[in-house]
């Protein structure tokens, strides 16, 4: 890869890359070159906030799951990016047999185009999740070690927690969090950069952790508001 010191080099290798992800999914990124690639999103990815905002119009994806053939079909009805602009609610991983082609295209294109697609942590961003659900096992078959899973877990520890579209539309991949009341408070008083916790105000918005045996969503926010209104009582 050029050197990526220099920033004309660096849009220009990320756009090779890109094109030839694209048009041949089975091309890898060498290990140096995605060590680079998570170092100079991950620069990018520390300066938004936890709770994101981002522009209409847009599209919004959801989970992807590794399934790299649709998320390239996605591109081809949605439009490329950066001519469309993108919101990834999470879940690149895991589950599907192309995870690596997954995240390593969305992160180039977030270290390409940073204000025209934003990219937002799931459940599955997770060092634990990713050694139960096959990121981890593929990454070992496609690399034959696991440096690239510890570059690409350590990059999903800086993701947004969610997104706001317009200042109005609010959208984590899980749920809301009884531990926080605004967003604000989600953007002042949450260090996001760790691996993700089994409950509390960071894991909330990525996972329904505190959703019951055969509990909807929905039932959860009138749980919630039941049990704030006892407790007011």
């Known amino acids: 890869m050029a050197d990526w ?12 890359h890109i094109a030839g992800l694209t048009k041949a999914p089975d091309g890898l990124l060498p290990e140096k070159d995605v060590e680079r690639l998570c170092e100079a999103a991950i620069q990018i990815l520390r300066t938004e906030d936890n709770v994101v905002p981002v522009s209409a119009p847009l599209t919004v994806v959801g989970d992807i799951h590794g399934q790299y053939y ?26 599907g047999h192309h995870s690596v082609e997954c995240v390593t295209l969305l992160v180039l294109l977030k270290a390409r185009y940073p204000d025209r697609i934003h990219i937002l942590r799931g459940n599955h961003e997770s060092r634990q999740i990713t050694q139960v659900y096959g990121f981890y096992d ?16 350590e990059l999903f520890d800086y993701l947004p927690l969610a997104g706001l579209i317009e200042g109005s539309v609010f959208t984590p991949h899980g749920g809301l969090s009884p531990s926080v009341q605004t967003i604000s408070q989600i953007n002042s008083e949450i260090d996001r950069v760790k691996e ?17 045996a055969h509990e909807t969503p929905e039932h959860l926010v009138c749980r919630l508001l039941l049990e704030k209104k006892k407790k007011k009582s």
Not at 139 to 153: C, P
Not at 197 to 212: A, E, M
């Open 196 to 212: 993700v916790p089994h409950d509390g105000p960071i894991c909330d918005p990525v996972s329904y952790t505190h959703l019951r």
């Open 70 to 95: 649709d998320l390239l079909e996605m591109f081809s009805i949605g439009g490329p990016c950066p001519d469309t602009n993108y919101l990834f609610l999470g879940d690149y991983v895991d589950r």
């Open 5 to 16: 010191q220099d920033s004309t080099s660096r849009l220009t290798a990320l756009e090779v």
């Open 138 to 153: 593929e990454v070992l078959r496609k690399y034959g070690s696991a440096n690239v899973w510890l570059r690409f877990t």
